[in-house]
């Protein structure tokens, strides 16, 4: 019987032995876990890292660069799908905005054969533009640059028109236009001098309206050096000859 109960105490013994190999085991795995989440949490020096592993495995290993945590809670790159989307909704954003802008062109174009003026005012789209043409007889005597007065009322309809869809343009360039007959006398110097002046002076109507925005126009003066015609015959001079607005629109930019 004293055999047998030596032998029950040792079995108690062992398996008491065994429970605590069990809990150093558990503490272990948890002072690990505790290393790894402070890496996680820190930047480290990637060859101590190294050092640390290895006392764990007995073996050293590349290791990839540290991350820090702000660096780790970056939001993730959106998916190719994602931004495709993004960019076809701008796209049809500046789309739809073109086809306002186009309004202009179509009210424009709509006001000139209402009232008979083909043969003095072209309206025509380019790229995100409208070209706005005026024969320089719509708005001037021969050789001068003071606008007729018979045509303010045209004028001011026109830019009614521009006034309305100022938030869809950037800019308005008055662009003065002559042929290559020279000029010189005591009020214009040459071509340029003439087609500069033409230009102010459409300018200054527009601003003297109070209607656009001063931001939103410029004036160029080129003289004889951008025809649209050739100036070897009347009917190509006289086209020449002319003031025009181009009309951008913001989607330009």
Known sequence: ???????????????????????????????????VFLFAFSTIDSAKWQKIVGSFTGATFSVMPAIDFFTASEPPIQPIGYRLEEDQESANADNDDMKMFYTLLASINTYVEINGLEAQIIAQPETKTIILRFSDSVFFEP????????????MDHV???????????????????????????????????LSSKRATNVLRYLIDSGNINVE????????????????????????????DFVIESVTIQ
């Not at 190999?21 to 503490?27: A, E, I, K, L, N």
Request: net charge negative; aromatic share 8%; hydrophobic share 35%.
């Open 216 to 243: 939103k126009i410029s004036v160029t003066g080129y003289g004889e050096f951008h025809p649209v015609e050739t100036n070897e015959t009347t009917e190509g001079r006289s086209a020449n000859r002319r003031v």
């Open 143 to 154: 050789g001068k640059a003071d606008i007729r007065p018979s045509f303010i009322n045209n």
């Open 159 to 193: 830019i009614s028109l521009l006034r309305n869809r100022m938030h869809m343009i950037a800019m308005i360039r008055i662009e003065g236009h002559t042929d290559n007959v020279p000029i010189h006398n005591a009020q214009f110097e040459d071509n340029w001098d």
């Open 1 to 35: 019987m004293g055999r047998m109960s030596r032998r029950s105490g040792a079995s108690e013994d062992e398996g008491g032995g065994a429970n605590w190999m069990d809990t150093y085991g558990d503490m272990v795995t948890l002072l690990l876990t505790f290393f």
